[in-house]
Every structure is written in structure tokens, then in C-alpha cells.
């Protein structure tokens, strides 16, 4: 009986490529660097991301902040009314 293509026993021509045609990485750009240079890069990196932000004006800052607060005191009501309520649920149900 033979064997089915592609099966386990015989590789496919294409998985047989030879080891020399194969190239060896060495580290990249990260070997030729010391670990204080990187450590530099990558805050020099942070700055200039920093600089890309569009920071939001005093004006913009308070009407978000206003929000949050008034949106996290309506959560904060619903959770008590519901929690309230579920307490005398219990209490009504289990005497």
C-alpha cells in the first residue's frame, strides 16, 4: 500500500530544503548597542511620542472631568437603588 501525500512518514520536497541555504541571525541592531545606549534610545523614543499628543485645554479637562464625576454618582445611585432593593427582595422571600 502507499503512502498518501504529504503524510508523515515522507516529507513533502519543500520541507527538504538544505541547511546551507538557510541565513543564521546574529543579534540584528540590538547586539551592537550596549545596555545603557538602549535604555537612552528608549527614552529619547518616549519623549518624542510624548510630543505627538494633542493634550486637551484647561476648558475641554474640566467638561470631561465633570462627566466622569456626574456619570460614576449616577452608577453609584443605580448599584445602591438596585442593591436596596434586592436586599428587601431577600429579606421578603427568606423572612
Keep these: ?3 498518501a501525500v504529504g503524510s508523515i512518514d515522507t516529507p513533502d520536497a519543500q520541507d527538504e530544503a538544505p541547511e546551507s541555504s ?7 541592531k540590538r547586539a551592537k548597542k550596549g545596555p ?13 511620542e510624548l510630543r505627538k499628543v ?6 475641554q479637562l474640566t467638561t470631561y472631568t465633570t ?12 448599584v445602591t437603588v438596585i442593591d436596596y432593593g434586592l436586599d428587601h427582595a431577600a429579606k421578603y422571600v427568606f423572612g
Design 1 to 3: 500500500m502507499a503512502d
Design 22 to 28: 538557510k541565513k543564521t541571525r546574529k543579534g540584528g
Design 36 to 48: 545603557l545606549k538602549r535604555l537612552a534610545l528608549f527614552y529619547r523614543q518616549i519623549v518624542a
Design 54 to 59: 494633542v493634550w486637551p485645554t484647561r476648558s
Design 67 to 78: 462627566v466622569v464625576i456626574i456619570f460614576v454618582i449616577v452608577m453609584i445611585g443605580l
